[in-house]
């Protein structure tokens, strides 16, 4: 069964650095989206991002997050000057269709974010 | 916006028995309910799902079932096996949103 792939599985960087994480979404999916799990507390939306542009996000996702589809398979998202408060599991997702009810989400195995 | 709750935030059974999880929603607009299940280095997994217009859903041992009036659904899971042994979440999705509101997941250990 395809899957969505996310790498690295776990990162750790200093305050103010810039991260870049990676994902590949299933190869016939449409809409992709980022997702957060801060440590005991709730997987929180992020963004989601359909035809090279974002179509929504949280308030969470500010100035300092960026997301990109660099080619015709990665799906990258860049945290420029990471904060403590940053660290967190980091999901990427990605489905056929907007409506989820229809194109369930397919989430990746996350990447550990671990800002010192 | 949306808010989900889980209770209870651990479970342990034993295996063979039941075990049921419980999720409460805030706005009565949600017409969408699934439930994920993520085991141990792995992301979550959609494992059943049910819209507002239905009451229950069954697939296997595993059951949903939704009371739109108290604005609550339950993920019931019958003979549990050690496989089940994982961290169950719940979601919402609300009319004119593409946007999943997660509760914070239940650990659910089976017992052997």
């Known amino acids: 069964e395809p899957e969505v792939t996310q790498t690295p599985s776990h990162q750790v960087t200093q305050m103010g650095q810039e991260v870049i994480l990676r994902c590949v979404p299933i190869s016939n999916h449409l809409y992709f989206y980022w997702y957060r799990q801060i440590l005991g507390q709730k997987v929180e939306f992020l963004v989601s991002f359909y035809n090279n542009e974002i179509s929504e996000k949280s308030e969470i996702f500010d100035d300092q997050f960026s997301v990109e589809r660099p080619d015709g398979s990665n799906f990258t998202l860049k945290i420029r000057s990471t904060k403590l408060e940053d660290s967190a599991m980091y999901f990427c997702a990605s489905s056929s269709g907007w409506d989820h009810r229809n194109s369930p989400l397919h989430f990746g195995n996350g990447t550990r974010l671990t800002v010192t | 916006g949306e808010n989900v709750e889980q209770h209870p935030s651990t479970l342990s059974v034993q295996e063979g028995d039941s075990a049921v999880i419980k999720c409460t929603y805030s706005d009565s607009a949600s017409n969408y309910f699934p439930w994920y299940k993520q085991e141990l280095g792995k992301g979550p997994q959609l494992i059943i799902d049910i819209r507002s217009n239905v009451g229950e859903k069954k697939d296997q041992r595993i059951a949903v079932t939704l009371n739109k009036t108290a604005k609550h659904f339950s993920l019931h899971i019958t003979e549990t096996q050690p496989e089940d042994s994982a961290v169950y979440f719940c979601?919402?999705?609300?009319?004119?949103?593409?946007?999943?509101?997660f509760g914070k997941g239940n650990q659910v250990v089976v017992i052997p």
């Open positions: 979601a919402a999705l609300t009319v004119g949103n593409n946007r999943l509101a």
